[in-house]
C-alpha cells in the first residue's frame, strides 16, 4: 500500500535520527539495574528492548500504542454488520502510530488478498507431514520454506544498501501476513477435514476469510475470528515470540525466518501452546470427575490435584501481569454476549472462580489470575472447532500482525543485531561475593 510506504518513508528518517541522538548524547546514562535474581528467573524486568507497537502494565494489561482492547472495540473499523474490530485495523495502528480510517482498512485487505497466493512449494512441504502431524511443526516449517522467494533476501544479496532494508522487509511482511491464513486453513483442513479445501474468497475481510477456507461462515465465527486475531497480536517486545522474531531478525534473517523462529518460540507449552493445554486439562478434569457440570468443589480437588502431581495449571499466571488479562475479559464479554449458556462457558466461568484463591496462597506464584489462553478454547469449541492443538496455529496467525509491524520499524529504524553478554557461575558467584 503506498500510503503505507510513504508514511514510514517520511518518518523513518527523523525517528531514526533521534535514536541516533539520544544514544550520542545520554548513551552512557544507566537505565535499569541487574540483579542476580533477574538474571536467573529469565531476565524479568530487564528494560533492554525498543518496541513501539504495544506496552505491557502489569496492573491494566495490554495497550496497543496507547490503546486499551476496550477502546479500540470503540475506535477500531468494523465490518459491515460486525461488531467487532477488524485485525487490518490493528495492523496499520500498530505499524503507523495512527488510527486507520475505513478506507484504510478496506485497502489493507485488499492489499492481503491479493498477496495470498501460495507457492505450490509450500503445499508440498505440508503434504509432506504425516496427516495429523502437529499443527505448528507444519506451519513453522512451511513459513521457513518460503524464505527463498524473500525480497529482502533476493535484494540484499544484489547489494541492497542499509536505507531500503524496511522497504523489502515490508514487502516480505505483507506477503507472509496475506499468505499465512491460506497457510494455516490448508494444515486444518488437511488434518482435520480429508483435505477437502475451501478457496479463499478474496472480498471477504482477512479474518472472515481465515474462518471461510476452514469451513466456518457462520456470522458470529466472523465476529469471533476478527476478535480473536486482533487481541493475541501483539504483548511488547520481551514476551517469547516477539522477542525471538526480533532477534532473529536483528541478524537480518529474512522475514520469514525470523517469524517461524517466533512461532517455534510460540509452541512451547508455558506461552501460546498453552491454549491448547487449557481444553486438555478441561476435557481431563471432566472425564476424571465423570461428568460435564463440576461443581466448585469438584474443580477445586481437581487444580489441588494437578499442583499436587508437579503441574501447572495453565491458562493461569503470567510473567508481567499481575490481574486478570484483559484479552481473557474480552473473551468473556464475548461469551456473556453469544453463549451464555454454554455448558463449557460454565466450567471455565467456575474455574475462574476457584483457581485464583488457590494460586494466591502459593507464595512462589507471582500472578494468580487468568491469561488470554484460559478463555479462548472454550469459545472456539462452541463453535465447532474442536480440534484444539491447531489453537495455537490461530493465536500464530494473529501474532504475526504485532512481531512483524515491529520487524518493519526495526529495520526502517536500523535497531542493531542483538548480543546480550553471558557469563558462567564461577563469574556471578566472585560478582556477588559469593566465593
Ligand atoms: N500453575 C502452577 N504453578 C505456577 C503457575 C500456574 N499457573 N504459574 C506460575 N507457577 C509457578 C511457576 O512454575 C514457578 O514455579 P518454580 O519456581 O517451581 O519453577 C513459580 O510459580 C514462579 O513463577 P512466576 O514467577 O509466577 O511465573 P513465571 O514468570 O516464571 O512464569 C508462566 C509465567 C506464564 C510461564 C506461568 O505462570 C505458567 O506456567 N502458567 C501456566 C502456563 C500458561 O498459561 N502459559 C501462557 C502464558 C500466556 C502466553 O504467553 O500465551
Known sequence: MEKIKKIIREEAPPLSAEIKKLAKEYGDKVICDVTLN????????????????????????IRFRGYSIPELQKLLPKAEGGTEPLPEGLFFLMLLNRLPTDDDVKELSKDWASRADVPDYVFKIIESFPVGSHPMAQLTSAVASMSIDSKFRLAHREGLIKKDYWDLTYEDVMDLIGRLPRIAAYIYRRNYHDSK?????????????????????????RKLFRLYLTIHTDHEGGNVSAHTTHLVGSSLSNPYYAFAAGLAGLAGPLHGLANQEVIRWIFHMLDEIGTQTPTKDQISEFVHKTLSEGQVVPGYGHAVLRKTDPRYMAQREFALKYLPDDPLFQVVSHVYEVVPPILSSIAKI????PNVDAHSGVLLLHYGIKEYD?????????RALGVLAQLVWDRALRLAIERPKSQDLAWFKQKVGAV
Open 197 to 221: 479445501f475451501i478457496d479463499p474468497d478474496p472480498s471477504l475481510d482477512w479474518a472472515a476469510n481465515f474462518a471461510h477456507m476452514m469451513g466456518y461462515d457462520h456470522d458470529e465465527v
Open 390 to 398: 491447531f489453537y495455537t496455529a490461530l493465536f500464530g496467525v494473529s
Open 366 to 369: 507471582k500472578n494468580p489470575w
Open 38 to 61: 533477574q538474571v536467573l528467573t529469565g531476565m524479568k524486568g530487564v528494560i533492554s528492548l525498543l518496541t513501539a507497537t504495544s506496552k505491557l502494565d502489569p496492573e491494566e494489561g
